[in-house]
C-alpha cells in the first residue's frame, strides 16, 4: 500500500484515493470536428510504460481534489506530486 | 528410548512441568520447550506421514523452515492446521494431532500408495488421474482430497479477539539474532524510532543455539533496548510481508503460547500495519538438506538443528550419531553431541580434507572423519536404523548402525522478505547460496541472511547496518559502538553437493519433503520439457504447501540447473510470496467482522421497518426493505399484494438511499447541460427533469431527477449506489477540464429523508397532510417540485415518478424522516396504505419500462440502445455525443431494449438468461440477454426486459432462451407494458 502525499493534505494512506489513469490527456476542443481515429485515441489509448509515469489521482476520502503525481511504475517510489495547474514536472533519470 | 533430556543445561525451567497430549497419548515436558523439542524428550520423534507416499517422517528442522512437523492444535472452535512443532511453545494442557496420517500416525493405510508408487511420479495430478474421466469427481479427488489433505479447518466461528495497530517506525529491524540486536542497538543509540520484531519467544536467534554464546553481550544487550523509550521489542512477532515503499506486515502472536490459561479479553494476535523510514533485514538462514536414498526417514535431521535441540533446549535427539556435512559447521554439530553424551560414529565430509578448526576440535577428541565419503543411503521404517557410507567416485558402501544422523547441505540466507520487497538476488560462488543483490527499498541486510554467517561479521555488520539506517533516517553523526571480541574459527570452504552421488537405485531421494518431491522426480520433469523453475514448480509441486520449499528451493534448482544444463544464477529461483509463515485468517480480519465488516448505512426510517418484519436487501452499503411479508407470506405473494396496492390504491416507499447532490453556482446549468444527455439551461425554476448521464464514450453512466431550485441552484438526485461515482465524476469534469467553471457540489444524501407514495389515492393523502398547498393538476403538475409545510414539517415535495402511478416523493430534514413516515402511514391508513420494498418498485418500473442503471446497462449501452433518444439533444454538446457516431456506437445490430412477453404466461424467465433465435444451430448464436424479469400481478403474468441484437425491428417475433432442461418461447414487444393498448400513462 502507498504513503501518497496529497498536495493539499500531505501523507495519506492509498486506501483514501481512487486512481484516474494517465495525466495530461487532452480532450479535443471540439470533439464534433475530431475524426474517428483520433476520437478513438483520446478514449482508449493510454500510455503503459515500465517506469515513470504521470498519472492522476483524486483524494476520494480526503479533500477530494484531483492531482498528478509522478510515480515509477515499477518500484513504486513517488518523484513528484503537483495540482492540475502547476507546470508539469520533469521526469526523473 | 534414543531421544533423551540432559540433566542440566539449556533454557528450559525444570522447575515447571507441563503436561501435554500428542496423538493421542499423555506426555511431559517443561517451561521453555517447544512441542518439537519436548517431543524428542519423550522419544516421539515419528510426527506424521508425507503428503503423497504416507512415509513415516520425523522432526526434521528447529524452526520455520521445519516441513515434516505439522500439527492440528486444539479441538473444535480454536482447532489451528498445520502449526509447526518446531515453533509451538509448549503450554499445560496443549493437544495436538498429525495432520496427514489416516486412519492413525502409527498405522497409516496410506503408506500402500507407497507400494504404487509409479503412480506418483512428477505431474501425477495430471497423468494419473485423468483416466477415465468420470473417475475424477468420484474417485480420484475424494481419494486424494482424504489423504493428502494438510490439516483440518475450525467449523465454528473464531471465537477469539484479534487487532490491527498501525505505526511508523525509523527503523524496522526485522530479525533478533546477533545481527538483529547489533542493528537495533546501534539504530537505537542513535536516537531513532525502532521496533524490532522476532518471531521467537526469546530475543537472541542463533546465540540461543549455540554452546559458545555471547550470553553476557545477550543480557545486556537486551536489558539496555529494553530501558530505551524509542525502542519496541515485539518477541514472538514475524514479519510476513513487505510490500511498496517500506511498508510491512508483522504477526504478533499474544497469547497462543499461553493455551488454555490465555486471559479473556485480551487479544490472541496483533497484525502490525508499518511504515518504516528504512528497513534492516536480520532474518537468519536455512540450512539445506543433502539428498540421498531415504533422506527423510525418522532420525534424519538438520545438523543445526540438533545443535539447537541440544543446547537451547536440553534434548539429544540420538544416542549413536553420524554427521553428513559438506562444511565446518557439522562439526560443531558433532562436538555438541559428543559433549551431550552421544556416541558420535563419524563425521562424513565429502570434501578430500577438512582444514578448518572444528575438524581439528573433533579430530583431537577421536571423532572419526571420513573425508571423501558420502551418506548414500539411510535406511529403516518408522526410526532411523543405519546408514550407508561409500566412498565418492566408487567403493563398496559400509554400513553404520546408528539412530540419529546429522546432516548439513550448506546455509541459504532467508531471502524471503528481501525478495518480497522487490530486490534481486546474487549467486554467491564461494559460499553456494543466494544473497541480496540489487536493492530497491530503503533496507539493508545484515548478518546471515546476507551471507555473513560467522559470528563476527554478524554482528559487524549488524552495528554498521543499524548506525546507517539510522543516518539514513535523519539521525547521523553517531559512531556505532565497537561490536563485542568473538573468538570465530577457522573454517574451509564449503563443498557444494546437490545430490549425493552414487545414490541412484538405492531408494527415494527426496528434495521436497512436505510435497514428497523427489530428484528423480525433478529430473523426469526437466526431461519431459518443464526446464522452467516456474513450470517445475507447478508441475512437481516442489516448493509449495505451507513452508513454500524454505529447506528445498535451492537443492530443487540446483538439480534442476544440472539436469538442463545451465548455471544455477541462470536457472534463477521462484517468485517469493508472502506470507513468510501462515497467518491466521483471523488477525487479517481483525476486528472487521460480522456488523463492522463493511459500513452499514440506515435510513432515519429504518427502525420502522425493523418492526414491521420487513426483510432487507443490500443496495450498495444501504439497507433496503426488499418486502413487508404478512401472515406467513413468501416473497412472491408480498410482492404481488404490494405491487397490486400501488397501482389500485396507494403505497408507500422509503426513497432516503438516492443518491442527492446539491449543485450551486453561477455556471451550474450550463454545467449541468454538458454532463446530461438533455438540457437542464431552459428548466424552469421549481420544474424538474429526468436526466441520463454518459461517460465519454457515449455509454450511459448513472440517471436521475434534477430539480431547479434557483437561477444557479439545482438538486440533483443519483442511483442508490452510484451516488459516490457521480459524485467523483463530477469533481473530476469540474477540476481537470472546466476548473474555469464556477460549480459547487455538496452530497446531501444524509441531510435529506425521502417517503415516496404512490397510487390513485397519493393525491388525497397529500392534500390531508399539506392542507395549504394546491394539489390539483394545474398549479401543481407533473414533473415540478414546491416547498410548503407537509404533517407539520417543512417539506420539498417532489411530483415525480417511477412506477407510474401518480406520486409524489415528500424529502424532510433527516431528523423528521421518521415522523413523516408516520404521519403518512396515518393519513394513509383509510386507503389501506401498503408499504412496498425494492422488488415491487422493480416490478413497478419494469411494467412502465423505465430502466435501473446496472441492471439494464452494463457500461457498455448507449441512451440509443435503451430507445431512449427522446432524452438525447440534437441541438447542445454533451459528454458522449461525440461517441454516439462512433461507427461501434452507430451499427445496426447493436442489442437493443427489448419487452419480452413469454408464450406461456406463467413462466417467469431467469434474468442473465441467454436468447436465441435457433436453439437448433451448432455453435449456437447468441443475440442477447434478459435484463430484468418478473410476475407482474398488474398484468397476470410473467414478463421481461431484454436486451436484443437489432431488437426493436423485431417486435412481435418470437425469441427463445435455452435453459436447462427447456426452451422458453418469448414474444418480442415495446418495453412498456402497461400503456402497450394505448392506456394513457399516470401522472
Known amino acids: 500500500m502507498l504513503l501518497i502525499p496529497c498536495p493539499w493534505c500531505g501523507e495519506r494512506d492509498e486506501t483514501e484515493f481512487r486512481y484516474g489513469g494517465q495525466a495530461h490527456l487532452a480532450r479535443p476542443l471540439d470533439p464534433h470536428a475530431t475524426g474517428d481515429a483520433e476520437w478513438a485515441e483520446y478514449l482508449f489509448m493510454r500510455d503503459n510504460p515500465k517506469g515513470w509515469f504521470r498519472e492522476r489521482w483524486n483524494h476520494a476520502a480526503g479533500c477530494r481534489r484531483w492531482f498528478n503525481m509522478v510515480r515509477h511504475t515499477v518500484t513504486h517510489e513517488i518523484a513528484a506530486v503537483y495540482k492540475p495547474d502547476d507546470p508539469k514536472p520533469e521526469l526523473p533519470e | ?987
Open chain 2, 1 to 987: 528410548m534414543t531421544g533423551f533430556r540432559l540433566a542440566q543445561g539449556g533454557r528450559i525451567d525444570r522447575s515447571r512441568p507441563l503436561s501435554f497430549t500428542f496423538a493421542g497419548r499423555a506426555y511431559r515436558g517443561f517451561a521453555g520447550d517447544t512441542l518439537a523439542s519436548a517431543l524428542i524428550a519423550n522419544d516421539a520423534l515419528l510426527v506424521g506421514r508425507s503428503f503423497k507416499y504416507h512415509r513415516p517422517r520425523g522432526i526434521y528442522a528447529a524452526g520455520a523452515e521445519e516441513p515434516n512437523a505439522l500439527m492440528q492444535l486444539g479441538v473444535g472452535e480454536r482447532t489451528e492446521p498445520n502449526a509447526r512443532a518446531t515453533q509451538v511453545e509448549l503450554y499445560d494442557g496443549l493437544t495436538a494431532n498429525a495432520v496427514n496420517a489416516w486412519p492413525s500416525l502409527e498405522w497409516d493405510l496410506g503408506a500402500l500408495t507407497g507400494l504404487a508408487s509409479g503412480l506418483f511420479v512428477a505431474g501425477f495430478y495430471y497423468k494419473t488421474f485423468m483416466w477415465p474421466p468420470a473417475f475424477w469427481n468420484k474417485v480420484y479427488e475424494p481419494a486424494i482430497r482424504r489423504m493428502a489433505g494438510l490439516g483440518t479447518a475450525p467449523r465454528e466461528a473464531d471465537p477469539d479477539l484479534y487487532d490491527k495497530v498501525h505505526v511508523h517506525a525509523d527503523v524496522l529491524v526485522a530479525g533478533g539474532g546477533p545481527a538483529g540486536l547489533a542493528a537495533a542497538l546501534a539504530a537505537a543509540q542513535a536516537g531513532a524510532d525502532v521496533l524490532i520484531a522476532d518471531e521467537q519467544a526469546e530475543l537472541g536467534g542463533s546465540l540461543l543455539s549455540a554452546r559458545a554464546t555471547l550470553d553476557g553481550w545477550l543480557r545486556a544487550t537486551l536489558e539496555e533496548l529494553r530501558g530505551m523509550p524509542n525502542v519496541r521489542l515485539l518477541p514472538r512477532t514475524t514479519v510476513f510481508g513487505y510490500y511498496d515503499q517500506n511498508y510491512l506486515c508483522l504477526l504478533e502472536r499474544r497469547t497462543d503460547h499461553l493455551g488454555p490459561a490465555a486471559p479473556a479479553g485480551i487479544s490472541r494476535q496483533r497484525l502490525w500495519h508499518v511504515r518504516a523510514r528504512q528497513v534492516v533485514l536480520a532474518t537468519g538462514a536455512h540450512e539445506r538438506p543433502l539428498v540421498f536414498a531415504g533422506n527423510d526417514r525418522p532420525g534424519v535431521m538438520l545438523a543445526g538443528a540438533v545443535s539447537t535441540y541440544i543446547n537451547r533446549y536440553a534434548v539429544v535427539p540420538g544416542k549413536r550419531a553420524v554427521v553428513f556435512t559438506t562444511n565446518d559447521g557439522g562439526y560443531r554439530t558433532a562436538l555438541d553431541l559428543a559433549a551431550a553424551g552421544a556416541q558420535v560414529l563419524a563425521v562424513v565430509d565429502p570434501r578430500p580434507e577438512s582444514a578448518g578448526d572444528l575438524p581439528a576440535q573433533a579430530h583431537a577428541q577421536g571423532i572419526e572423519i571420513l573425508n571423501g565419503h558420502a551418506v548414500v543411503a539411510a535406511s529403516g521404517g518408522k526410526r532411523l536404523d543405519s546408514v550407508s557410507v561409500a566412498k565418492l567416485g566408487g567403493g563398496a558402501a559400509r554400513g553404520v548402525v546408528c539412530d540419529l544422523l546429522a546432516v548439513s547441505g550448506g546455509w541459504s540466507p532467508v531471502v524471503h522478505l528481501f525478495s518480497q520487497s522487490q530486490g534481486k538476488l546474487r549467486w554467491d560462488e564461494a559460499k553456494h547460496c543466494f544473497v541480496p543483490g540489487t536493492v530497491t527499498q530503503a533496507q539493508r541486510s545484515a548478518g546471515a541472511a546476507n551471507g555473513s554467517f560467522a559470528l563476527g561479521a554478524a554482528l559487524a555488520e549488524g552495528f554498521a547496518a543499524g548506525a546507517e539506517a539510522a543516518k539514513d533516517a535523519g539521525f547521523g553523526g553517531w559512531r556505532a559502538p565497537e561490536p563485542p571480541e568473538v573468538d570465530d574459527p577457522r573454517e574451509a570452504p564449503p563443498l557444494a553437493l546437490w545430490q549425493v552421488p552414487g545414490a541412484e537405485g538405492r531408494g527415494k531421494a527426496f528434495v521436497d519433503f512436505q510435497n514428497d518431491v523427489t530428484a528423480s522426480d525433478l529430473k523426469l520433469a526437466a526431461r519431459e520439457g518443464f526446464e522452467s523453475v516456474e513450470h517445475l514448480k507447478r508441475y512437481t509441486t516442489t516448493g509449495m504447501a505451507t513452508d513454500q520449499g524454505k529447506t528445498s528451493n535451492v537443492n530443487a534448482l540446483a538439480i534442476l540447473s544440472d539436469a538442463t544444463g545451465r548455471s544455477i544464477p541462470a536457472t534463477g529461483t521462484t517468485t517469493f510470496r508472502a506470507p513468510y509463515t501462515p497467518v491466521t485468517y483471523g488477525a487479517m480480519a481483525g476486528r472487521d467482522r460480522g456488523d463492522r465488516l463493511d459500513p452499514i448505512r440506515v435510513t432515519p426510517i429504518h427502525p420502522w421497518h425493523v418492526a414491521r418484519g420487513a426483510v432487507f436487501e443490500d443496495v450498495g452499503q444501504w439497507k433496503r426493505p426488499w418486502y413487508y411479508p404478512q401472515g406467513g407470506e413468501d416473497m412472491h405473494a408480498a410482492v404481488r399484494r404490494e405491487a397490486k396496492a400501488v397501482r389500485t390504491s396507494l403505497g408507500v416507499l422509503d426513497a432516503s438511499t438516492l443518491g442527492k447532490i446539491d449543485v450551486r453556482g453561477p455556471d451550474a446549468a450550463e454545467f449541468l447541460d454538458r454532463i446530461y444527455t438533455n438540457g437542464f439551461r431552459k428548466l424552469g425554476t421549481g420544474r424538474c427533469r429526468y436526466g441520463l448521464m454518459c461517460r465519454d464514450d457515449g455509454m450511459v453512466f448513472d440517471d436521475g431527477v434534477t430539480t431547479r431550485l434557483a437561477d444557479d441552484h439545482f438538486f440533483m438526485t443519483t442511483t442508490t449506489g452510484g451516488a459516490a461515482r457521480v459524485l467523483e465524476w463530477l469533481e473530476e469534469w469540474l477540476q481537470t477540464e472546466w476548473p474555469h467553471m464556477k460549480v459547487y457540489l455538496t452530497s446531501v444524501t444524509e441531510q435529506w429523508a425521502t417517503v415516496s407514495f404512490a397510487g390513485p389515492r397519493a393525491g388525497d393523502v397529500l392534500r390531508e397532510l399539506s392542507p395549504a398547498l394546491a394539489v390539483d393538476e394545474e398549479s401543481f403538475p407533473f414533473l415540478s417540485m414546491r416547498e410548503g409545510v407537509v404533517a407539520g414539517l417543512p417539506a420539498r415535495i417532489f411530483r415525480i415518478s417511477f412506477t407510474g402511478e401518480a406520486s409524489y416523493e415528500v424529502n424532510v430534514p433527516s431528523h423528521h424522516g421518521l415522523a413523516l413516515w408516520q404521519a403518512v402511514m396515518a393519513a394513509g391508513e383509510k386507503h389501506g396504505i401498503t408499504p412496498y420494498g425494492t422488488e415491487a418498485m422493480h416490478v413497478l418500473r419494469a411494467e412502465k419500462g423505465f430502466i435501473i442503471v446496472g441492471q439494464e446497462t452494463d457500461g457498455t449501452v448507449t441512451p440509443l440502445d435503451l430507445g431512449m433518444d427522446w432524452i438525447v439533444s440534437k441541438q447542445k454538446d454533451f459528454l458522449g455525443k461525440r461517441s454516439f457516431a462512433r461507427p461501434d456506437t452507430s451499427r445496426a445490430d447493436r442489442k437493443q431494449l427489448v419487452g419480452l412477453l413469454p408464450a406461456d404466461p406463467a413462466e417467469v424467465l431467469p434474468e442473465g438468461a441467454q436468447l436465441v433465435w435457433d436453439a437448433a444451430e451448432s455453435p449456437i448464436r447468441m443475440v442477447g440477454h434478459v435484463t430484468s424479469s418478473y410476475w407482474s400481478p398488474n398484468l397476470g403474468r410473467g414478463f421481461a426486459l431484454a436486451l436484443v441484437k437489432g431488437g426493436r425491428d423485431h417486435h412481435g417475433k418470437t425469441i427463445l432462451a435455452p435453459l436447462a432442461g427447456k426452451t422458453v418461447e418469448a414474444r418480442i414487444v415495446a418495453p412498456n407494458f402497461l400503456d402497450e393498448g394505448g392506456k394513457p400513462l399516470h401522472g
